[in-house]
């Protein structure tokens, strides 16, 4: 879908320049912006969000605007007495077609500096992330990702750079959260069902060479390595090349019994889907969640994925959802006219677990709504979790860890097998 993400104005809603939202649940009395939320003149808070809103991940990250705007809506545009103005920002470039580090930064800074900004929704990216994480850490402003999964932001594990996640964390405090899980998980059952669902014995592994895919890839190999899959080798792909017909003639000489490729449809996954078909390999290939999009299918086809691609994502498809994640879905369906992508979930889960914040603290104070969304315990007001809800532990990392494998067949994702840890 091709929509930018403003949501009706028959629904509170009033656009207020590029990428921004007002969301208005009651009239503007004016004021000093002195009040505490609760009693005299109604004051402004804004969340933000830093997104790739240009190329080829703006199908996905346009359902994470959704999810974002509908989390709003759920309050009528406003908590306590705060109205709540939703800034959409991009952190891609024309040029680049994907997100791009100086914008990321300025994207930080810009909210640092604007005092009406307590929350910052983002990135999608984990390397987007290294560099706006210190930035606002720094500042002391809450972040919270819908879909950065690397480990090392977070946590010190195996395979994780040896300042990881320190030089993330300038400020000497934990700022960052985020709602999905982590690769440390996705990468292992990748491997994990590699072995025992689709019986591989031999793998041959390539990645985009970016934080997230190499990243997800060593994790895979280090799993593949325990279990006894047979790794015939570990390649980084040039990401500019315009097909890699050659490279999957090399690999069908290896008649490996999968391909698992470790990045994104931005970093050409849906390209390689296509060329090892191409290349005549047939064997089924494996790809992370950085490729669990409609843009991926359409970038490859249909016919070059049905019933022999695999594509994991760090906790459910929409389609297995119960309860108010059904709700959601439901919504979404009836009011965008379209299935919501994975992520649209998440956008979703930051947004309520922001606006409990503010309502949970009834003030304007970065510090305090920080606190409160890192204290963030047995969460059920969001769309995941089911009645037990979810919590953030220590590293502001989910509880809810669970990992999805799902089959591309007739042109969509549908889901195979569902591992909790």
Not at 50 to 65: D, F, H, K, M
Not at 96 to 103: E, F, I, N, Q, V
Not at 123 to 147: D, F, H, V
Not at 197 to 225: H, M, N, P, S, W
């Amino acid at each position: 879908m091709n929509r930018r993400g403003f949501l009706a104005a028959g629904a509170g809603v009033v656009a207020v320049g590029a990428g921004t939202l007002l969301l208005n649940g009651c009239k503007d009395n004016g004021g000093d912006g002195k009040g505490d939320g609760k009693d005299g003149p109604e004051e402004v808070i804004r969340i933000v969000s830093s997104l790739p809103r240009t190329g080829s991940a703006r199908g996905q990250t346009n359902t994470i605007v959704n999810g974002i705007q509908m989390a709003i809506e759920d309050y009528g545009g406003k908590v306590g007495n705060f109205k709540i103005e939703y800034s959409d920002w991009d952190d891609a470039t024309a040029a680049a077609g994907a997100w791009d580090g100086p914008t990321e930064k300025a994207n930080a800074q810009k909210a640092i500096a604007d005092s009406d900004v307590m929350a910052y929704i983002g990135p999608y990216n984990s390397n987007a992330a290294k560099i706006s994480m210190p930035e606002l850490n720094g500042a002391g402003l809450l972040q919270i990702s819908p879909a950065v999964t690397w480990p090392g932001l977070t946590k010190k594990i195996k395979g994780v750079a040896p300042d990881e996640p320190e030089k993330y964390r300038p400020g000497k405090k934990v700022t960052f959260c985020r709602v999905c899980t982590t690769d440390d998980l996705q990468g292992p059952l990748a491997a994990d069902f590699a072995k025992e669902e689709l019986k591989a014995k031999t793998v041959y592994i390539l990645d985009d060479k970016e934080l997230y895919g190499e990243g997800l890839a060593k994790l895979f190999k280090q799993r593949c390595d325990e279990i006894g899959i047979k790794v015939l080798a570990q390649e980084g792909i040039d990401t500019a090349a315009i097909d890699f017909g050659a490279l999957m003639t090399k690999i069908k000489g290896q008649n490996p019994d999968l391909v698992y490729f470790g990045g994104t449809t931005q970093s050409k996954g849906g390209q390689i889907a296509k060329d090892m078909v191409k290349a005549g390999l047939t064997c089924p290939m494996l790809a992370p969640d950085g490729c669990y999009e409609q843009a991926f299918i359409d970038s490859a086809g249909a016919d070059n994925l049905n019933n022999r691609v695999y594509v994991t994502i760090v906790g459910l498809d929409p389609s297995q959802l119960t309860g108010k994640g059904a709700e959601f879905v439901k919504k979404y369906k009836a009011k965008y006219n379209t299935d919501p992508e994975a992520f649209a979930l998440y956008g979703y889960e930051c947004a309520k677990v922001v606006l409990e914040a503010i309502k949970k603290v009834g003030k304007k104070d970065r510090a305090a709504i920080m606190e409160a969304a890192l204290a963030t315990k047995d969460f059920t007001a969001g769309a995941v979790g089911g009645e037990k809800g979810w919590s953030f532990d220590a590293n502001g990392d989910t509880t809810l860890r669970q990992v999805t494998v799902s089959r591309v067949e007739g042109g969509k994702f549908v889901p195979k097998k569902t591992v909790t840890k």
